[in-house]
């Protein structure tokens, strides 16, 4: 039977380097991880792995196991369209994780967000977790076993959380925290299952790519400094006509209407922010689209974070590519 690593899933090999799963020859007997991973985790040596995954193949076998719920989980700054999309391709039982709650202000209510993902998708199983805080974990672990789940496969795209998610579930069945964890595309490279008890398998899936997802525009070393790491503190700015907000070298947005308006910022405050007069040049050399919002909206950045906009406006927006860009009605 060949070997897995416990990281990623792949088969480890010793005969091709530039392949997943690749290990040297002379500890490939004892290893537990591929080189690939055991440099994540040891080294925070990242590198993406060049491999095509057929996605919907992989939403086909999970559909037609019979024994399988899925959980889905999603990362709370970046519930978009695409995510809705996927999560109606399933037709197993599933519950659907906002990840991340420690993020997000604790001002802000969950039931209001929840309702919003409800009205969706044709998911009714909707709650909030924290895996660094073990918020609602025990909560999601006992209505499973209540549910008499018997295979749960952890979906999601990148970066939404389900690596360490699966090993906050492992450490608190007193297991060893072994699954890769990363914010890079294809760090799971296959399905990897682990046995949690006689009851209950799970398997970890290889992540959803967004083609539209801001990390597919930086490189790693830029990418990690984008990601909050603690509770936000949202920045809000009156943003007079004639006048835009700039986010480090990323993100511009303008408010060209006659009207004053509110911007808030629902992504890391840590960034670089600042206001400047319209006429300001900086970043005006990125692509850029306008909008017209007729109600209080949520302006996306897919993979950053959103924007919110309390009035009606008129806007130009600027950012690494258009398609990152979604506008949706206000979400909280």
Same mark, same amino acid.
């Given at each position: 039977?060949?070997?897995?690593?416990?990281?990623?899933?792949?088969? +480890?090999?010793?005969?091709?380097?530039?392949?997943?799963? /690749?290990?040297?020859?002379? %500890?490939?007997?004892?290893?537990?991880?591929?080189?690939?991973? /055991?440099?994540?985790?040891?080294?925070?040596?990242?590198?993406?792995?060049?491999?095509?995954?057929?996605? !919907?193949?992989?939403?086909?076998?999970?559909?037609?196991?019979?024994?399988?719920?899925?959980?889905? +989980?999603?990362?709370?700054?970046?519930?978009?369209?695409?995510?809705?999309?996927?999560?109606?391709?399933?037709?197993?039982?599933?519950?659907?994780?906002?990840?991340? &709650?420690?993020?997000?202000?604790?001002?802000?209510?969950?039931?209001?967000?929840?309702?919003?993902?409800?009205?969706?998708?044709?998911? !009714?199983? %909707?709650?909030?977790?924290?895996?660094?805080?073990?918020?609602?974990?025990?909560?999601?672990?006992?209505?499973?076993?209540?549910?008499?789940? &018997? &295979?749960?496969?952890?979906?999601?795209?990148?970066?939404?959380?389900?690596?360490? /998610?699966?090993?906050?579930?492992?450490?608190?069945?007193?297991?060893?925290?072994?699954?890769?964890?990363?914010?890079?595309?294809?760090?799971?490279?296959?399905?990897?299952?682990?046995?949690?008890?006689?009851?209950?398998?799970? #398997?970890?899936?290889?992540?959803?790519?967004?083609?539209?997802?801001?990390?597919?525009?930086?490189?790693?070393?830029?990418?990690?400094? +984008?990601?909050?790491?603690?509770?936000?503190?949202?920045?809000?700015? !009156? #943003?007079?006509?004639?006048?835009?907000?700039?986010?480090?070298?990323?993100?511009?947005?303008?408010?060209?209407?006659?009207?004053?308006?509110?911007?808030? /910022?629902?992504?890391?405050?840590?960034?670089?922010?600042?206001?400047?007069?319209?006429?300001?040049?900086?970043?005006?050399?990125?692509?850029?689209?306008?909008?017209?919002?007729?109600?209080?909206?949520?302006?996306?950045?897919?993979?950053?974070?959103?924007?919110?906009?309390?009035?009606?406006? !008129?806007?130009?927006?600027?950012?690494?590519?258009?398609?990152?860009?979604?506008?949706?009605?206000?979400?909280?």
């Amino acid at each position: 039977m060949n070997k897995k690593c416990i990281g990623c899933g792949s088969t +480890l090999q010793s005969i091709n380097i530039s392949k997943e799963g /690749f290990v040297k020859s002379s %500890v490939i007997d004892n290893a537990d991880y591929c080189e690939r991973c /055991f440099k994540i985790k040891h080294y925070g040596e990242y590198s993406v792995l060049d491999k095509k995954i057929d996605f !919907q193949g992989l939403i086909r076998n999970i559909n037609s196991d019979s024994l399988a719920s899925i959980v889905f +989980l999603i990362d709370v700054l970046n519930i978009n369209e695409n995510i809705k999309s996927y999560i109606n391709k399933f037709k197993n039982k599933k519950y659907i994780l906002i990840t991340k &709650r420690d993020i997000l202000p604790k001002s802000l209510k969950d039931k209001k967000i929840i309702e919003y993902i409800k009205n969706q998708t044709n998911a !009714q199983d %909707v709650m909030f977790i924290s895996s660094v805080k073990n918020y609602n974990i025990d909560e999601f672990l006992n209505k499973i076993e209540k549910d008499n789940v &018997r &295979r749960l496969y952890i979906v999601g795209f990148t970066n939404s959380g389900k690596s360490t /998610f699966i090993n906050h579930i492992l450490s608190s069945k007193s297991m060893k925290p072994v699954v890769t964890t990363s914010n890079i595309p294809n760090t799971t490279a296959n399905y990897i299952t682990i046995k949690i008890n006689p009851k209950l398998t799970i #398997v970890d899936t290889p992540g959803f790519i967004d083609k539209n997802a801001i990390y597919n525009f930086l490189d790693y070393n830029k990418l990690i400094k +984008l990601y909050p790491k603690k509770e936000i503190r949202v920045k809000t700015f !009156q #943003v007079r006509p004639n006048y835009s907000v700039v986010v480090n070298d990323i993100l511009r947005i303008d408010n060209i209407s006659n009207k004053t308006n509110s911007f808030s /910022f629902y992504m890391n405050d840590k960034l670089r922010y600042e206001k400047v007069k319209i006429k300001n040049d900086k970043l005006k050399t990125l692509p850029n689209l306008e909008k017209t919002l007729e109600e209080k909206t949520d302006v996306l950045i897919n993979g950053l974070g959103f924007i919110r906009i309390t009035k009606e406006s !008129q806007i130009k927006i600027y950012t690494l590519d258009t398609n990152l860009i979604e506008i949706r009605k206000s979400m909280i």
